[in-house]
């Protein structure tokens, strides 16, 4: 039978603040990891970075279809198969829904739903056929509360976890697990140019972390280990599933 160690897992977004993270955990359960990022530099760099042999950095933009098509068939050629998908990449910035344009609308989709699409599209179908997978997709809970100048982002999230629920179902006879993790506000590069464009970055920041239970933001560290569970050959029974990590800001 197939096992969680035998193929490649592909963490997009993985040199950022959650996807970095991530591919430590994955690369400390014994996981063979490919680090994707629009930035190749700092890809390189984290896997470079990571616990143990054989990780492979790769530029990849997951917004463009026909490149995140190529660049993974070509991995698979050369390396394998990929047993383990997170798709972490993800952006957005601070806007009233009114002040939005288009342009913005199909920046924001592209990088969070249709980035999810392309390489799940493209990854599914070796799945299926080795009869294993686990993909796990990083939402927000922005997705399930909803988020003040966050309405397209909290759209594609949400697209993202109704797409992964849907196909989900498609898969499970096929010993594929389909599952989203919802971050809560967690201190990372993103969150803190977000805030600074709001010109009062500390004070936003004191405030979310007074509306959080637990008292703090999360760090990537908090999140790591929620999606390394779902990808983990033991979470075989846990499908369709939206797991919040938000230190009870969220209790959906
Ligand atoms: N930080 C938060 O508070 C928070 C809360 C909820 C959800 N999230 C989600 O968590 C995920 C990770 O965010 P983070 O906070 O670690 O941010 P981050 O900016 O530290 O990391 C995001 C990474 O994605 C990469 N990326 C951006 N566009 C890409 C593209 N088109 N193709 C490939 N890679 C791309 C960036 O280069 C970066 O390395 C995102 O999906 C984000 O929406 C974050």
């Known amino acids: 039978m197939a096992h969680e160690t035998d193929g490649l897992a592909v963490v997009t977004g993985g040199a950022g603040g959650i996807g970095a993270a991530t591919c430590e955990r994955l690369a400390s359960a014994g996981m063979r990891v490919v680090v994707a990022d629009l930035d190749g530099a700092r890809a390189e760099a984290a896997a470079a970075r990571l616990v143990g042999a054989g990780h492979l950095g790769m530029q990849l933009d997951v917004a463009d279809t026909p490149v995140v098509k190529e660049r993974l068939d070509a991995l698979v050629a050369e390396h394998g198969q990929v047993h383990t998908l997170i798709n972490v990449a993800g952006w957005d910035r601070f806007v009233p829904f009114v002040d939005t344009t288009p342009e913005f609308w199909d920046q924001v989709i592209d990088i969070n739903y249709r980035g999810t ?3 799940v599209h493209a990854v599914l179908p ?3 056929e080795a009869g294993y997978g686990r993909i796990v997709s ?5 997705a399930r509360v909803g988020s003040s100048l966050e309405s397209i982002y909290a759209g594609a999230k949400g ?11 498609e898969v499970a006879k ?5 599952n989203v993790v919802c971050p809560g506000p967690t201190d990372t590069p993103l969150i803190r140019s977000m805030a600074d464009d709001l010109g009062s970055g500390e004070r936003f920041m004191e405030a979310l972390t007074r509306a959080i239970p637990l008292r703090r933001l999360a760090t990537p560290d908090d999140i ?18 939206t797991l919040s990590v938000s230190g009870g800001l969220t209790m959906a």
């Open 117 to 119: 699409l392309n390489t």
């Open 224 to 241: 790591a280990p929620a999606i390394a569970f779902l990808a983990s050959e033991e979470a075989r029974f846990i499908t369709g599933q």
């Open 159 to 169: 697209a993202v976890i109704s797409f992964s629920k849907s196909v989900a179902r």
């Open 138 to 142: 990083v939402a927000s809970d922005a």
């Open 126 to 128: 070796g799945m299926i």
């Open 174 to 178: 096929n010993g594929v697990t389909v």
